[in-house]
């Protein structure tokens, strides 16, 4: 809501308060100004001058040489482009020196060898946007349409010494989408009473109900509606102080009916429509829903196609507007216009914004009957629209309102205690101090013994709930007056659980490693839904009763699918290096499980493909391989202290290759998987090689893990020994490893395996592995013969249990 503050004075009085000083106490008051508004943008040195001549430039067909009067000594030659200079005019005119918006300064100038003294502006050279231009002056020079004094302020006219506030509205303080509805506000923070304006209405021995019926089907979508007639009105341009107020407000001056409803709207909150009556086309308004299919040519010149559940006004049979949103142009004001009917209704807002919606048209009215107006005003909005429109363009009223009512007026009544309010607070406000705080807002209450019973105004439809008046309380009395205290008791401080510590743990171990973090979305397609998925487990895919579409019409069972697609939109704008990772939910129903009740297991996934190292100045490369893939969980095992409980063993799985996948165990019980996408869906998804890992992380993170035991800096060499052993080609290097581990002393720290050969010099079915073991004392430096004796156990455990043998 943009607020003139030069408008706001009308009702409520501010010469002793800024613009300034008066936003930070409406923002503190709990409505939020987000800026205050200089209109004048710093001008300076602008004056109205008076053209006396004006001939065509000699050396330019566009350019004029005016003779202005500023008000100073002799007239000023001034060269003008604009198309609609002429003599006689009352202009803006900036001097030289003048400084205009954006620090735009006016110097002397030559214009094709005529001297230019100035420059005579148009409104948009004075600040205003082109938009809230009225199209008379969208393309020239502003002139003024009535006698100004020459030498003058043009800013004093054009309302341009004023500040604008824009206030930050929440849904719940519909009240304040208008001037009055502000002036209420600042009246109570300031402690001030409200001028209202008090249309006295002067109406003619004709009566409107001879010209006019009002009907209304759709009771529930319009519970009132009301018409006044304006007959003899005389079509032209609103008063300038009109048009600059509405331009202040953000709305485009069109002409004096049209902006009076605009106006009205603006001061009251009250949305209005003024028809053409002898365009009518009846003498009846009806008010009913619209058939299905029936048409509509809306002011904007388009043919809108209308549903059942939408609102129009019609002449009876036709529809000339939809109601709350615009009107039809078979019945639009033009030039012509000579009667006027002026609307002014109450209708449902989930039916206008439901229409709003449906057309794509969102205006100011229907921002207002969304939001709720205030009934017991509408009545009264009209009389004084009808009022202007006899005053500003010539008309006669008819006597009397036409109008259908349905309305409930039964007042919104609400009760609380001063105990209540001071509890809620934490205060110890007086009950009298809380009666001067409803007076303030103007709230009717009655109170005995401090229970107050407050009759909640018709404008604040958001009073409804005791809280809704311990927060009026809070925020007149002040939020800055409410006292802080501790809570009194037994406090835990908050801090993160063991869960949410290691998460963290995760997340920062694999951003160290070089990964991206993803938030892909937990629908997905039916057929995407079984890729990847946990198959230890009976999971089936749960799929939504009303899905948005079948892309997202079921629960995911694995986060590989959609990092498998932002890796595809990746590489598909040529980003061919990409690492994702993403902790998310998955979701698991059982046959035991209630379907609609799924489990919701957080897991850890991720997505590799491209290079993984690139030193373009040493000239090396190193491609994603499932030894990166792997690495990058080792690390992360080891961040967990988990490393030694995890083992890989080679594995398949559906969509992953079948020679480079490995199922990871934790305990022995299945934790995730790490493979290479198998190449046919490579090539569905037009993926490179890509390598992907998931990972229960729930059992993950909620493994108990031993306690950090440090250990000594050794002070004793090491002995390092290197085998090769030959074994059958079906066994695994793993499995080799763990016979290692477990036959070596605990003098061996150490076992690495360091190549593998498979070729010529070995007979068929066999391999070489090779390992590199490292002996150690903490306490002593190790002999020979202790090593070569705890060297002996490991070649006799592996020959005993894997027939393996040393290679010669």
Known sequence: MLVSYNWLKDYVDLSDITAEELADKITKAGIEVEQVEVLNKGIQGVVIGHVLECAKHPQADKLRICQVDLGEDGPKQIICGAPNVAAGQKVIVAKIGAVLPGNFKIKKAKLRGEESNGMICSLQELGIESKFVPKEYSEGIFVFPFDVEVGSDPLEYLNLHDKVLELSLTPNRSDALSMLGVAYEVAAILGRSVKLPKPAVTETKEKASDYITVSIDAKEDCPYYAARLVKGVKIGPSPLWMQMRLMAAGIRPINNVVDITNYVLIEYGQPLHAFDYDRLGSKEILVRRAKQGEKLVTLDNQERTLKEEQLV????????????????????????????????????????????????LRSEASIRFEKGIDPLMTKEACDRAALLMAELCGGEILEGVVEANYLDKEPVKVSISTDRINQVLGTSIATEEIANIFARLQFEYTEQNGEFTVTAPSRRRDISIPEDLIEEVARLYGYDFIPTTLPIGDATPGKLTDYQRKRRKVRSFLEGAGMTEAVTYSLTSSEKAEWFKDETTKATPIRLSMPMSEERSTLR?????????????????????????????????????????????????????????????????????????????????????LEDRIVYEQGKKDGLHPGRTAILKLDGEYLGYVGQVHPEKQKELDLNPTYVFELNLHKLLNTDVDAIKYEAIPRFPSISRDIALVVDADVLAGQVQDVIKEAGSNLLKEVKIFDLYEGEHLEKGKKSIAFSLRYFDPEKTLTDEEVAKAHEKVLKAVEEKLGAVLRG
């Open 557 to 641: 069972l694995s986060l590989i699918p959609h990092l498998l697609e932002s890796i595809s939109h990746n590489n598909a704008r040529q980003i061919d290096d990409v690492a994702l990772y993403e902790i998310g939910k998955v979701y698991i129903s059982e046959e035991k499980i209630n379907a609609e009740l799924p489990i919701e297991r957080e897991n850890l996934a991720g997505a590799i493909t491209g290079l993984w190292h690139s030193h373009s100045w040493q000239g090396e490369k190193k491609a994603v391989d499932f030894f990166v893939a792997k690495g990058i969980l080792e690390g992360l095992f080891s961040k967990l202290g």
């Open 313 to 360: 006004i019609t002449n009876g049979t036709e529809p000339v507007a939809l109601a709350g949103v615009m009107g039809g142009a078979n019945s639009e004001v033009h030039e012509g216009t000579v009667n006027v009917l002026i609307e002014s209704a109450v209708f449902n807002g989930q039916t206008i914004r439901r229409a709003s919606k449906d057309h794509g």
